[in-house]
């Protein structure tokens, strides 16, 4: 089994920075994606930014240029910067890694979810 866990949600006011960190923990061969989705109520949990193994990365276009992703593959953790915060970026945002086992192939998980409030 693995676990994500998330760190560095709460409220920031509009303009501000907050950084996330995601660290996964259990046995397992290696880690393909790492990424980051957030969600409000009444909406679809959409994807923020994605990092693969190699250092690729994919956002949303809603955060380019204000978020950047970055992982230590050493560590099994992603981080996600957020600079220039809006109010609609206030979510939960949900950690997400798509690990690889040497025999029974990958399997995706979530983490439990950070509040993140941007205020105006």
């Known amino acids: 089994q693995v676990q994500l866990v998330e760190s560095g949600g709460g409220l920031v006011q509009a303009g501000g920075s907050l950084r996330l960190s995601c660290a996964a923990s259990g046995r397992f061969f290696s880690i393909n994606a790492m990424g980051w989705y957030r969600q409000v109520p009444g909406k679809q949990r959409e994807l923020v930014a994605m990092?693969?193994?190699?250092?690729?990365?994919n956002y949303a276009d809603s955060v380019k240029g204000r978020f950047t992703i970055s992982r230590d593959n050493a560590k099994s953790t992603v981080y996600l910067q957020m600079n220039s915060l809006k109010p609609e970026d206030t979510a939960v945002y949900y950690c997400s890694a798509q690990v690889r086992y040497l025999v029974s192939g990958t399997q995706d998980y979530w983490g439990q979810g950070t509040q993140v409030t941007v205020s105006s």
């Open positions: 990092a693969g193994r190699g250092g690729d990365t």
